[in-house]
């Protein structure tokens, strides 16, 4: 409890009084998630005056419904994870154990209301950030309203994030579903638990739920999960999900959930084979779509569409210059790390008068499955499709000792070079702790380091990014055969 | 028999007349359908019965059947594919020339509501073709033969295949339509590709080809670089028909190589992960390899000597990414050779000595798993025959004895302008 109102008190204080607007700000940012934040103390930094205007809970999705309960989660249940595979360590099975979600929950709440004291209302406002509570909507070019106060603007940023998107599917409003957004506080474990979509969400926490002890079923309407990923990948990711025991239905429709007694039923439809399958609870995590509506975008000349967000050129400006936008709101890469990343293009476009691109961007990603699949740059299909010719190098974490000795054998490092040069245009990890391994990749990329410049750099022995340098390794022995040849 | 004794060839031979006779056991005299396994009740597969087509001029050139009897078996499956109900309805046999994965093997009508099945048809059609060309005399059958060939192939609709799309879809059913996924990645749908470019009537579109290939993957695996796919048998059904030495489309003439060196490659990668082995199974070395797409114990876990085994049922095994149950696909292993012939009679010699029980009758089973217990040290064994194993078997030994399929298929018109819309040049072509 107390815990709770430290959280609140944090992210949105039940006593706050929106401060006096100071005649027009630099910079007035809607939206107080991750990159609204970043950008807010971004702009204290620069001493210009700055609002910040949040209608929830400062911290927005990555800390109050995303990111941070969501991995404080995934970490419980790699740990049931672990007890459960013991004897495959040398380990004998632990005895006694038992999940108790409440405290799994507390935890969460925990770690949450540990990082909000970060971002806290009290910590904005002293370095010198107006921060507003309320719905804010455009009223003009350069004026924005928010809980009957004007503010005028000379530039603003929309950050405004981005919701969960409501599967259409007939009888699922009527018999109740969770989303990110209520998943975190549950008193109880349900028994069955339905998970609606294959993508990201979808299959971390269909993996985190099964370990924590429900039955789960996933119904994905693709042929593999992650769509747009690596097949092999997500192929590694569908025989991990199997391995857990999750009910897998793949090219799978959820088409009608009924509501019988304290069950729920859902009927299937893959290709033209029908099935019910019934549950306790229906989980969609289907993706999520942009917060545009009630903005005034309109009033403010601001061109957006209600699937993809907000229009912004390369250097994040809306179609109203002084206008910018950042994070989910506006980009198909849905991230907090991307939304930071662009938050901070934001700073430096709109107050530094600077030019920096969005298609300059080198974006990695990470699903935290188990193993986790990371990317970054561009899929071979990509690279093809631009014309590139492109090789791939792959090492199996299988050959990578430390994976051996860890017992994490399942998955691979695939780097793709340009042919006849060692310029790296993307990679793909899978392995247990590939969100870390694929910095070193990103950095390679941002830094125009080549693969066979990663093959002079040591790498700690033993460690799984070691992966990294046997790829560079393989790279080398192809130049010496072609020498030698 | 003591096979450390038998000649390379007397060991082909056998293994490859008694794959032969599952086509003369699983036979349906009226139709001409060919059981899909050897098991009771199971249906026809339509690419069985295209291996079947492709293995009867084996059978007359190796003496062992008629060329008559040959023609007759030939003809009463061409007569029953021409004549067959085609629609919309569901328990036709196909639609627009194409025909369902599964039949009835009495009725000939969809079995098991399968799916209309577009690689399985072109493996059908490429079985039809092959008949075509080969039975060339003027006689009433013969000819009767040729006309039908060329009719069954002619009234396929590949344009409709693609659906909305720019590559072939995999299937289509009469409920929900067709599936909505297409091919990615390497596949064994080259003959697909080359049937339908060569199509006179309703023929893919050229960019089809490349819209396909598009998604095509090199990569470097234990120093070996090659177009990756994990199952062997991808690396090889195509190759029935088509002999892709010295043939390059864009993506080969990019890469240097070829689909037949391709192959040839992905048997190195096969051995290699077989020495690995870095799940531990029973079984695997060098010279005991092979995972392709299979029958399995089922899908099970079972603790095995202290360690947790996951098993499967049917599935694509592949590596180096699996799956990967221990299971390994022998026939897969033994149609290797025209790629490996050292390499793939070494692993069958291997397979002899080290597990006499599973290949004294000749003829091997779709999988074995020496890692989940059995009655001898082959472990498991999958029950009766696959007839797809026992016609990759009898068509790919015949390549590499005589290359009988390749130059008969190298004079089958569409096969060559097929190649050609696909952008292939070089070798034969």
């Not at chain 1, 849905?334 to 990343?341: G, S």
């Not at chain 1, 910095?439 to 040591?458: K, Q, T």
Request: net charge negative; with cysteine.
């Amino acid at each position: 409890m107390r815990l709770k109102r430290e959280l609140l008190e944090n992210v949105h204080p039940a006593s706050w009084r929106n401060p006096e607007p100071c005649g027009a700000y630099d910079l007035v940012i809607l939206g107080a998630g991750p990159a609204g934040l970043l950008a807010a103390h971004g702009a204290a930094i620069l001493g210009v005056k700055v609002a910040l205007i949040e209608r929830d809970l400062l911290g927005g999705n990555r800390l109050n419904f995303g990111c941070v309960p969501s991995k404080a989660l995934i970490r419980t249940s790699r740990l049931y994870a672990r007890m459960r595979d013991a004897p495959e360590l040398g380990v004998p099975h632990p005895s006694g154990v038992q999940t108790d979600v409440r405290a799994d929950m507390q935890r969460i709440q925990r770690i949450q209301t540990r990082l909000s004291r970060n971002d806290s209302a009290e910590r904005l406002r002293a370095t010198g950030v107006d921060v507003f509570f309320g719905a804010a909507s455009f009223i003009g070019p350069a004026l924005v309203s928010v809980a009957g106060t004007v503010l005028r603007f000379k530039k603003a940023l929309i950050a405004t994030g981005a919701h969960p998107l409501a599967p259409t599917i007939a009888g699922l409003a009527e018999a109740g579903y969770w989303t990110n957004e209520n998943v975190f506080s549950l008193d109880a474990l349900p028994a069955r638990l339905l998970v609606i979509g294959g993508g990201p969400l979808g299959c971390e926490l269909a993996q985190a739920f099964c370990r924590l002890g429900s039955r789960v079923i996933i119904a994905q309407d693709e042929p593999t999960f992650l769509p747009g990923e690596e097949r092999d990948a997500a192929q590694i990711l569908s025989d991990s999900l199997a391995r857990d025991g999750i009910d897998i239905h793949l090219n799978t429709q959820v088409v009608a959930v009924h509501r019988e007694g304290a069950q729920k039923r859902a009927d299937l439809l893959s290709d033209d084979h029908r099935m019910s399958v019934h549950v306790d609870e229906i989980l969609a995590g289907i993706g999520r779509a942009p917060n545009v509506e009630g903005l005034g975008l309109e009033s403010a000349k601001v061109e957006y569409d209600r699937v993809s967000g907000i229009r912004v050129n390369d250097y994040l400006q809306t179609t109203n210059a002084r206008i910018y936008a950042a994070g989910d709101v506006c980009l198909a890469h849905k991230f907090a790390h991307v939304a930071d990343a662009t938050a901070r293009m934001v700073l430096h476009n709109a107050l530094l008068r600077g030019r920096r691109k969005l298609s300059a961007l080198t974006v990695p990603w990470c699903t935290y499955t188990d193993p986790e699949i990371a990317h970054v740059g561009l899929y071979v299909r990509e690279a093809r499709e631009q014309g590139i010719p492109v090789k791939t190098f792959t090492i199996l974490m299988h050959d990578v000792d430390r994976a051996v000795t860890d017992g994490d054998e399942d998955g691979f490092l695939k780097i793709h070079i340009k042919e006849g040069t060692d310029r790296i245009l993307g990679a793909t990890i899978v392995a247990r702790r590939a969100g870390e391994m694929i910095n070193e990749l990103s950095l390679a990329m941002s830094a125009g380091i080549g693969l066979g410049e990663l093959g002079h750099v040591i790498h700690t022995y033993p460690t799984q990014s070691d992966a990294v340098k046997m790829a560079a390794d393989a790279y080398y022995r192809t130049r010496l055969k072609h020498t030698s040849a | 028999m003591n096979d450390a004794y038998e000649s390379d060839e007397a060991l082909i031979e056998r293994f490859q007349r008694a794959a032969f006779d599952y086509f003369l056991q699983e036979y349906n005299p009226a139709s001409g359908l060919v059981a899909d396994t050897s098991r009771a009740g199971a249906p026809a597969s339509i690419a069985v019965v295209g291996f079947a087509l492709a293995s009867y001029p084996v059978a007359v050139e190796r003496a062992w059947l008629t060329r008559a009897d040959a023609a007759a078996r030939t003809l009463v499956t061409l007569r029953f594919f021409w004549n067959s109900p085609q629609g919309e309805e569901p328990n036709a046999t196909g639609f627009k020339g194409f025909y369902y994965h599964f039949l009835d093997m009495q009725s000939g009508t969809r079995a098991w509501q399968c799916e209309l099945s577009l690689i399985d048809s072109s493996l059908l059609l490429a079985g039809v073709l092959t008949a075509g060309a080969y039975f060339g005399q003027h006689t009433a059958v013969e000819n009767e033969i040729r006309k039908l060939a060329q009719a069954l192939y002619e009234r396929v609709d590949w344009q409709w295949a693609r659906g909305d799309s720019m590559t072939v879809r995999q299937g289509w059913e009469p409920d929900g339509g067709f599936f909505h996924y297409g091919w990615e990645g390497y596949s064994e749908a080259s003959i697909l590709y080359v049937l339908g470019l060569a199509s006179p009537a309703h023929p893919l579109a050229p960019q089809s080809y490349g819209a396909w290939t598009a998604t095509y993957q090199w990569e470097n695996i234990y120093d070996c670089e090659l177009l990756y796919a994990g199952p062997l048998f991808i690396h090889q059904f195509s190759h029935i028909w088509i002999d892709f030495r010295g043939l390059q489309d864009d993506f080969m003439r990019e890469k240097g190589s070829d689909y037949f060196e391709n192959s040839r490659r992905a048997i190195e990668v096969q051995r290699e992960f077989a020495r690995r082995n870095p799940h531990d199974f029973k079984g695997y070395n060098e010279r005991c390899w092979g995972l392709s797409a299979n029958d399995g114990p089922g899908i099970s876990t079972r603790n095995i000597d202290g360690i947790e085994r996951h098993f499967f049922g049917y599935a694509a095994r592949g590596v180096p990414f699996g799956p990967d149950d221990g299971t390994i696909a022998p026939a897969a292993t033994l149609a290797s050779l025209p790629f490996a012939p050292e390499q793939a009679l070494e692993a069958l010699r291997e397979f002899c000595d080290r597990y006499p029980r599973m290949t004294r009758a000749s003829r091997l089973p779709s999988g074995f798993n020496p890692t989940l217990p059995g009655t001898g040290a082959e472990g498991w064994v999958s029950e009766g025959y696959f007839g797809l194993d026992q016609g990759v078997i009898v068509l790919m030994l015949e390549n590499h004895r005589s290359g009988l399929i390749w130059k008969l298929m190298r004079d089958c018109p569409p096969i060559g302008a097929g190649l050609r819309k696909a952008g292939f040049t070089g070798g034969w072509l």
